[in-house]
C-alpha cells in the first residue's frame, strides 16, 4: 500500500511542498499520495491578488527578492515564465526624515554604504554621523560569539543614526520588526560573514560591488520580481498544475476546513497520524507537513510534543495592515519617482512605509490612476491596528499629505489587514530551531516548514515547503512505516 502525506496549510509553502511531492520521482514511483487542507476558503495565504477599479491590489505580499532563486525557477517550471517581470533597477528608493523624503544614498548594500561619493552628499546623516560611518574602517571585529540583535550590530559598526535612518528602515521592514530586537544570525547572516571576512562592513560592502559588477556586466538586474498578473498567479498556476497532469492525480485539495487535533497512533501495524478536521472528519496520513504559522503548529503539537510545542509557542508574530490607495494622477503634484520610501525611527508618522505601486509596477494601474501602498502595524507599533477601517485610511492620508503634499481625494481604497502574520526571528531563534528538529526526531515523517523558520519571504518559503516534501518522499518511498 502506497504512503498518505497530509500537509496542513495551503499558503505558499504548503502549495509549493504538494506541488514538490507530486513531481519527485521517487514519490511518484511510490505513488505517493497527499492531501493538502486548508481552513480558509481560499488557497494561497498571505498571497492575495484583487482587482479593484482597474487596478490590480496586492493584498499581502507584491513581490519576491530576485537573488533567491526559487520563487523564479517555479515560476518557470509552472509555465509562468513569461509573466516575469522585474523592477526597474536604479530607481530611488526614499527614507522620511523630518518631514521630507530623501534618497537612500547609491550604493547601499544590506543598508551598508560600498561608495563613499553618495553617502558624503547624502543629507541623510550629518557630518558626524558619516565619520562615525567611517570607524567602520578601523574598528576591530567583535570576540564574543552571542547571537547580537541586527540593531547592536549595525550601531556598533556603523552608529545610531544608519540603525535610524538607513539600514534600520530597510532591514528591519521586511520583518514588520524593531532592529534593535531581531536576531543578526537568523535575518542577515552575511552581514556577520562580511565582519569576519573583511572586518569593516565597508570594505566587504565595496568588494562585493566589484564582483556584482564584473558579474552583471552590462545587464543590471532588478532587486525584485513579480508576475504580470500579480504574485496571486503564483497560486492559481500551482492549483492548476496539482489539479492536472503535474499533480498525477494524487494530489487533493481540501479548503475549509481546519485540522484541530493531530495524534500519533498505530492501525492494521501502520504507524501513522490522525488529523482530527473541525467538521468531524479524520483524515489518517503516513506524513504530515505542518506550514500553519509557528503558534497553530504549537497548538496542534501541544498534546504529543509539549516541549517542541513551547519552543514553537515563543516565536512572536506581530500584525500589520496594508491601505492601498488610488488617486487621479492629475490631481498628484509629486512626480513620484521611485519605487517609495521607509519612514526613518522616531519620525512622528504611523505608516511605516510607502510603495509607489504606479511606478514600481507600471501596469498595476490604468495611465490615469496611481496607485500607492501604505503599511501600517509592525513590531511595538501595532496598537494601530485597533482603529477601524476608515481610521487607518486616514491616517495613510495624513502621512501622505505630510511626506508628498498629497491632498486629493483617493478614487479608492483598500485596506488589507494581516494579524500575526509576521514572524520575529529573536536572538537565540537559530538555537530554538535546532532544538524543535531535535525534539521532533521522536516524531517520524512529522515536519515544520514555512515563514516562522529560515526565512519569511516567497523564495524562502518555496524552498523550505520543497526541501520537506523532498524529506518525506524519501523517508515514505518504501511504503508506510510499520511497527
Ligand atoms: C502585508 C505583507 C506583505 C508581505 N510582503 C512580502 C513581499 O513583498 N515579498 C515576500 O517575499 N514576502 C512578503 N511577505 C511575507 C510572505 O508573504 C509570507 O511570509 C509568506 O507568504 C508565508 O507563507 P506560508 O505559507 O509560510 O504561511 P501562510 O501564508 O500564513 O499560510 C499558512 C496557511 O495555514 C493555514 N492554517 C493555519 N492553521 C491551520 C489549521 N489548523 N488547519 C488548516 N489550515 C491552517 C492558514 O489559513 C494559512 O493559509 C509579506 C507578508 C505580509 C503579511
Not at 537612500?104 to 565619520?131: D, H, N
Request: with cysteine; net charge neutral.
Amino acid at each position: 500500500m502506497s504512503a498518505h502525506v497530509a500537509i496542513i496549510g495551503g499558503g505558499i509553502t504548503g502549495l509549493s511542498a504538494a506541488h514538490a511531492l507530486a513531481l519527485d520521482p521517487r514519490a511518484r514511483e511510490a505513488g505517493i499520495r497527499c492531501t493538502l487542507v486548508e481552513q480558509e476558503p481560499r488557497l494561497g495565504g498571505k498571497l492575495l491578488t484583487e482587482r479593484i477599479g482597474g487596478c490590480l491590489v496586492e493584498a499581502g505580499p507584491d513581490s519576491f527578492l530576485a537573488t533567491k532563486p526559487w520563487a523564479a525557477n517555479l515560476c518557470r517550471a509552472l509555465g509562468l515564465g513569461d509573466h516575469l517581470m522585474g523592477t526597474l533597477p536604479g530607481q530611488p528608493v526614499y527614507v522620511a526624515f523630518r518631514g521630507k523624503l530623501y534618497p537612500f544614498p547609491e550604493g547601499l548594500a544590506l543598508g551598508v554604504p560600498s561608495r563613499i561619493a553618495p553617502l558624503v552628499r547624502t543629507r541623510l546623516l550629518s557630518p558626524l554621523e558619516k565619520l562615525r560611518v567611517g570607524c567602520d574602517l578601523v574598528l576591530p571585529r567583535r570576540r564574543e560569539a552571542t547571537d547580537e540583535t541586527m540593531g547592536a550590530f549595525i550601531r556598533r559598526r556603523l552608529g545610531d543614526a544608519v540603525v535610524a535612518r538607513l539600514a534600520g528602515p530597510m532591514l528591519a521592514g521586511i520583518y514588520a520588526g524593531d532592529a534593535d530586537a531581531l536576531s543578526l544570525r537568523a535575518t542577515f547572516p552575511q552581514l556577520l560573514e562580511w565582519e569576519a571576512s573583511h572586518r569593516s562592513l565597508v570594505l566587504a560592502a565595496m568588494a562585493r560591488r566589484k564582483t556584482m559588477a564584473v558579474t552583471n556586466a552590462g545587464s543590471p538586474s532588478p532587486m525584485f520580481l513579480s508576475l504580470t498578473g500579480g504574485v496571486g498567479e503564483l497560486v492559481e498556476a500551482l492549483v492548476a498544475a496539482l489539479g492536472g497532469p503535474q499533480g498525477g492525480g494524487n494530489t487533493r485539495l481540501v479548503t475549509g476546513r481546519c485540522v484541530v487535533r493531530l495524534a500519533p497512533v498505530v492501525e492494521a501495524g501502520r504507524r501513522c497520524y490522525a488529523l482530527h478536521l473541525d467538521d468531524g472528519g479524520t483524515l489518517m496520513a503516513d506524513g504530515v507537513l505542518l506550514t500553519a504559522p509557528a503558534f497553530a503548529s504549537a497548538a496542534l503539537l501541544e498534546p504529543m510534543a509539549p516541549q517542541v510545542a513551547s519552543l514553537l509557542g515563543a516565536i512572536p508574530y506581530v500584525s500589520t495592515a496594508a491601505v492601498t490607495l488610488a488617486f487621479r494622477r492629475e490631481e498628484v503634484r509629486h512626480p513620484l519617482v521611485g519605487h517609495g520610501f521607509v519612514v526613518a525611527r522616531d519620525e512622528p508618522m504611523e505608516i511605516t512605509a510607502c510603495t509607489w505601486v504606479s511606478s514600481k509596477w507600471p501596469r498595476r494601474a490604468p495611465p490615469d490612476l496611481v496607485l500607492l501602498r501604505c503599511y501600517l502595524g509592525a513590531a511595538g507599533r501595532e496598537a494601530v491596528l485597533e482603529e477601524d477601517d476608515g481610521r487607518l485610511v486616514s491616517l495613510a492620508r495624513r502621512d501622505l499629505r505630510r511626506t508628498l503634499d498629497m491632498d486629493a481625494d483617493p478614487v479608492f481604497t483598500s485596506v488589507s489587514r494581516w494579524p500575526n502574520s509576521m514572524p520575529q526571528y529573536l536572538p537565540g531563534h537559530l538555537d530554538r530551531l535546532e532544538a524543535i528538529e531535535a525534539g521532533l526526531t521522536a516524531l517520524p515523517s512529522l515536519a515544520l516548514a514555512g515563514a516562522g523558520y529560515t526565512g519569511i519571504g516567497i523564495p524562502d518559503c518555496i524552498r523550505q515547503g520543497t526541501e520537506a516534501a523532498v524529506r518525506l518522499a524519501e523517508a515514505l518511498a518504501a511504503g508506510p512505516p510499520r511497527v
